[in-house]
């Protein structure tokens, strides 16, 4: 019984890397560049929220709260029983009990997922709700996997670990606009809409995106070593990616969605990867 309690476990964990690798390539090559115990925690972390993710940006049944309540409480269940008939709950559930995740951090998550069931809009305290949820608690989520549980150290390093998932999330919705604004109908800087929305206030969210990202940088090196070069190529790539966005013409980004080209991660990532080896 336990033997095969153990296979469900790895093919779980195996489930939520292969769904972090089809879903996400600057995401995998940062998990690459983790510890084995950090890299199959960020897998399960990741694995969870696109569930999530999925149901309320590309399924989208009728009945999308349904859904994510089912969801929020199979993690419940799964967080307390230690099993849940769901490999990608359950590879999550075993990580937030190992490292002591805080579940107002989950319940958060999932409170900003059931924002986007039905918001459209939103104002300047609602985008900072939603900030916090969908992006700042994954962040937090990670750093306790990063600091092993210690919660001293995750007390120090908590406000870098929010302004790098903010920034994160702000740039997406950048390079998401398009399909936000159009196939979702959403957007989510306050107070703008398709009409309103003009380069300053592009270049606006821009220098905010580079004041969180430099709170994040002056803590990256504080980080254990297991995971400190796997979050540096995070921001690297995301700071690239934001003098992109500085420098595509808001017209292009409400036509198409912006990347960093191949040539240009292949290059972060090999010098991240020969800074990590010395």
Known sequence: MIRNLEIYN???????????????????AAAALLGKEEKQAIYAIYGFVRIADEIVDTWR??????????????????VKTGFSTNPIVHSFAGEVRKYDIPFELIDSFMRSMNMDITKKAYNAEEYKTYIYGSAEVV???????????????????????????????????????????????RIYFPGKNSKTFNED????????????????????????????????LAYKNFYHLTKTAQNTPLEQLKKQRISLPNSKKIRIYGWIRLKSSF
Request: glycine fraction near 4%.
């Open 61 to 78: 049944p009728k009945d999308m709260k349904y859904y994510l309540d089912f969801l929020a409480m199979d993690v419940k269940k799964a």
């Open 201 to 232: 206030d592009k270049q606006a969210i821009i220098n905010d995106i580079f004041a969180d990202l430099a709170t994040a940088k002056k803590a990256i090196k504080k980080l254990p070593k297991n995971s400190r070069y796997g979050v540096e």
């Open 139 to 185: 962040g937090l989520m990670c750093l306790m996997v990063f600091v092993r549980g210690n919660k001293r150290k995750y007390s120090e390093l908590l406000p870098a670990a929010k302004a790098l998932g903010a920034a994160f999330q702000k740039i997406n919705f950048l390079r998401d606009y398009s399909a936000d604004s159009k196939l979702l109908g």
């Open 10 to 28: 790895r093919l779980s964990e195996d489930f939520s890397r292969k769904i972090t690798e089809a879903y996400s390539t600057s995401f995998s």
